[in-house]
């Protein structure tokens, strides 16, 4: 939990500067808000869910520094649990972004997410790396994410990000955002002191994908 506040006090110290807009000489912040739906491919989830969030971006020199949260009311249908009527999904991002020559960018990126059901809640850290370039139409970029503190299932995921257009060259205030998550995991291991059973959890390995489809407005 002491992580988890770390990184809610960074994404609201974001925010407040997005909300102060800095001094003169430094870029202009952008704030985002969206909305929308997850499309749940696999993974025991139920097909769809609503979806929130808000994002901030704020360039400082050649660097990008930007902080994302989300919710979504996410359930699983399928998980050999049981009845299992409930579920939500909470999710927080930090990025930092070099750019390159012209609209190109690199950099480390940060993921927490937290899935609470009726049966069950788990949590876990993913730190990645990823790329990306910023068009005049859209923003395209790619990010591989570790399996991190998930020791129970391992995941790992490639996420796909677009805009339309991109933030960063759009003079309007509404866009279109996808992203498609692609990941895989093992089997949950159910106790370490049995190495037999851990062997065959660790090699029942299965894979799914999430699409998100998001409308939202930039300030």
Same mark, same amino acid.
């Given at each position: 939990m002491g992580q988890l506040r770390i990184l809610v006090l960074v994404f609201?110290?974001?925010?407040?500067?997005?909300?102060?807009? @800095?001094?003169?000489?430094?870029?202009?912040? @952008?704030?985002?808000?969206?909305?929308?739906?997850?499309l749940e491919g696999g993974g025991g989830y139920a097909p769809a869910a609503g979806l929130l969030g808000a994002r901030c971006e704020l360039p400082v020199w050649h660097l990008t520094f930007a902080a994302e949260a989300s919710y979504a009311a996410v359930r699983k249908a399928n998980d050999n649990?049981?009845?299992?009527?409930?579920?939500?999904?909470?999710?927080?991002?930090?990025?930092?972004?070099?750019?390159?020559?012209?609209?190109?960018?690199?950099?480390?990126? @940060?993921?927490?997410?937290?899935?609470n059901?009726?049966?069950?809640?788990?949590?876990?850290?993913?730190?990645? /790396?990823?790329?990306?370039?910023? /068009?005049?139409?859209?923003? @395209?970029?790619?990010?591989?994410?570790?399996a991190g503190s998930d020791h129970l299932n391992g995941s790992k995921a490639f996420v796909i990000d677009a805009? /339309?257009?991109?933030?960063?060259?759009?003079?309007?205030? /509404?866009?279109?955002?996808e992203t498609i998550e692609i990941y895989r995991f093992h089997a949950t291991v159910t106790d370490w002191s049995d190495a037999e059973l851990t062997r065959r959890q660790l090699a029942d390995r299965s894979g799914g994908s999430e699409t998100e489809m998001t409308f939202g407005v930039r300030f």
């Open positions: 609201a110290a974001i925010l407040v500067f997005c909300d102060l807009g @800095l001094a003169q000489e430094w870029p202009r912040p @952008l704030p985002l808000v969206y909305g929308g739906l997850a649990t049981g009845i299992n009527p409930k579920g939500r999904e909470r999710a927080l991002e930090g990025e930092i972004r070099f750019r390159l020559h012209r609209y190109w960018f690199v950099g480390p990126v @940060l993921s927490w997410g937290e899935l059901t009726t049966n069950y809640r788990k949590s876990s850290w993913h730190p990645g /790396f990823g790329a990306g370039r910023d /068009f005049s139409w859209m923003r @395209l970029s790619g990010d591989f994410l570790l805009y /339309f257009p991109s933030p960063a060259r759009n003079r309007g205030h /509404f866009f279109f955002r």
